[in-house]
């Protein structure tokens, strides 16, 4: 072979194979950037809510005086009712309520690092998404999908889920999490005493675009 001949072919070797490098190397940082660019945008429907406003207040006073309503309302026993809760009441309470009620009834506290807190109901099931402070003061949108169902008056809780920003994690990533977070909670009783010796019960949670709407049953004190 000719000596030309063969230094032109090692040469256009060389050139594929410094396309190919650069192409490979710009296709690796694309995909970095796109992925951090993705871990910062919050889901589509997540737009916390400015609890100062008069209007979102009045919405948070109304959610919470229909749900107390419903719930403490005079009932036969054998009288199956529902409640159906949108998103933008659960939203405006949560805006400006959530914080007040776990210090007073649950003697719990938001962790700072969690922030506007807001929830989604699909048909498949419920998003809570957050401002989460990861690292370095920098909250990220983070979005946790939850599928529940009430058996036998037992409320199991399961992740199905998560996104930071709009990047999927494998949930196997927090398999071992989960497992120990379920360990530590329990089964959940779907039973809501009343301050009057009554009960509700929640006898299922069916999911809505936008709503939840729950199937419930007043039992009188026995």
Known sequence: MPLETWQNGNLALVKKLLIILVSGTVLIFACAGLTFWLSWQPQSWYAPLDYSSQEIKTLADRAEYRLNEEFHKVRPATDVWRLRITDEAMNAWLSGRLEGWLTHDQEVRIPKEIQNPQVHITPSGVWV???????????RPVALQLS??????????LPVAIRLGKMPIPMSVFEQIVQDTQE?????????????????QIQEITFEEGALVLTCQTYLPQ
């Open 129 to 139: 998404a957050a401002m989460v402070e990861i690292q370095d003061d920098s909250p």
């Open 148 to 157: 529940i169902q009430i058996v036998d008056g037992v409320a199991t809780i």
């Open 184 to 200: 530590r909670a329990g089964d959940i009783p779907s039973i809501v005493p009343l301050m009057d010796d009554r009960e509700v």
